[in-house]
């Protein structure tokens, strides 16, 4: 596609619930990152993958949080049992190669959880 | 923390001034990038600059860096009420460790222009 593109944009859940969040790069991209972002504050990173190289989970802030990338391309983070702390909005980012190139974002995906 | 820090947190200027915001890191970098967001969706790349280029120009946007003092600073010129929105610096490590591929965002400066 043409951009970075993210979905559910918005989701409401129940705490305690599972959800999953998907990313579908830019055609071409080798490198996929997932930030997350709070109300007001700067970007946390969470995940990296690159290739077909073991991902760089050291972001990811507990063991609920989990992320595959299948065929390398779309990639889906999941998150278990979810929090009222996990209420954030999620963004993904593709890139061509991991050199610190530019980075597009997608417009996130929206997660309130009540 | 490797991340970049944003200076000032928040800036207020009238349409037609010159904004400027800062950025400081703490470690050796590839390339550092501005990127702007609009109401807390996705992020748009402004401008990238590496480590060997001390200064670039983007239509009204330019930004400098020096590595010796680890910073840089983004300037719009002759700003517009379209202009407002959050702008974050990110900065690619030149560690070749673990942190390879990441970038690193601040917390962003909130630049509101008024008409």
């Known amino acids: 596609g043409a951009g970075v593109s993210q979905s559910p944009s918005n989701k409401v859940t129940e705490k305690g619930k599972d959800v999953e969040l998907r990313c579908d790069p830019i055609?071409?991209?080798?490198?996929l990152y997932w930030y997350r972002q709070s109300l007001g504050q700067g970007l946390e990173f969470l995940i990296y993958?690159?290739?077909?190289?073991?991902?760089?989970k050291s972001g990811l802030p507990s063991d609920r949080f989990s992320a595959e990338r299948t065929g390398g391309s779309v990639s889906t983070l999941t998150i278990q049992r979810t929090q009222q702390e996990d209420s954030a909005v999620y963004l993904c980012?593709?890139?061509?190669?991991?050199?610190?190139?530019?980075?597009?974002f997608g417009e996130g995906s929206w997660l309130t959880v009540v | 923390s490797q991340q970049g820090e944003e200076d000032p947190q928040a800036l207020s200027i009238q349409e037609g001034e010159n904004a400027t915001m800062n950025c400081s890191y703490k470690?050796?970098?590839?390339?550092l990038q501005w990127y702007r967001q609009n109401s807390g969706r996705g992020l748009v790349h402004l401008i990238l600059?590496?480590?060997?280029?001390r200064e670039k120009h983007s239509g009204r946007l330019r930004v400098t860096l020096d590595t010796s003092k680890k910073s840089s600073s983004l300037l719009i010129t002759a700003s517009r009420a379209a202009d407002t929105a959050s702008y974050f610096c990110?900065?690619?490590?030149?560690?070749?460790?673990?942190?390879?591929?990441?970038?690193?965002f601040g917390r962003g400066t909130q630049l509101t222009v008024w008409p």
């Open positions: 993958f690159q290739g077909n190289s073991a991902p760089d």
């Open positions: 470690t050796s970098i590839n390339n």
């Open positions: 600059i590496r480590s060997n280029e």
């Open positions: 055609s071409g991209h080798t490198a």
């Open positions: 980012a593709s890139s061509l190669v991991w050199t610190g190139n530019t980075i597009y």
């Open positions: 990110a900065t690619a490590p030149a560690d070749r460790g673990s942190t390879l591929g990441r970038l690193y």
